[in-house]
């Protein structure tokens, strides 16, 4: 199995920035995305941002031109740069990972524990 641990939440203020970061570990494993969603209490969880392994990357219309996905070379590690945040983006963050196994050649999409991201004055 792989695990996906999020890292980098936190309490900024209007305006501020923030750098979350979600590591898979574990099995060895290729990567066919990664991405973000977040969940704000009371609603859904929603979409945030993809990054495909070619690099292809697609946002959320409420956070585009704010926050930029990327990965490490490896990709094994996906990163969300959260800029010009806003009350709005006040969630938990989730980390999720389209990942094939190589042991046993299996698809399947894992998800972290989520961070929280909070921003208040």
């Known amino acids: 199995q792989v695990r996906l641990v999020e890292s980098g939440g936190g309490l900024v203020q209007p305006g501020g920035s923030l750098r979350l970061s979600c590591a898979a570990s574990?099995?060895?494993?290729?990567?066919?995305?990664m991405g973000w969603y977040r969940q704000a209490p009371g609603k859904q969880r929603e979409f945030v941002a993809t990054i495909t392994s070619g690099g292809s990357t697609n946002y959320a219309d409420s956070v585009k031109g704010r926050f930029t996905i990327s990965t490490d070379n490896a990709k094994s590690t996906v990163y969300l740069q959260l800029n010009s945040l806003k009350p709005e983006d006040t969630a938990v963050y989730y980390c999720n990972a389209d990942l094939v196994t190589i042991v046993n050649m299996l698809r399947r999409i894992y998800w972290g524990q989520g961070t929280q991201v909070t921003v208040s004055s």
């Open positions: 574990g099995s060895v494993f290729s990567t066919r995305a």
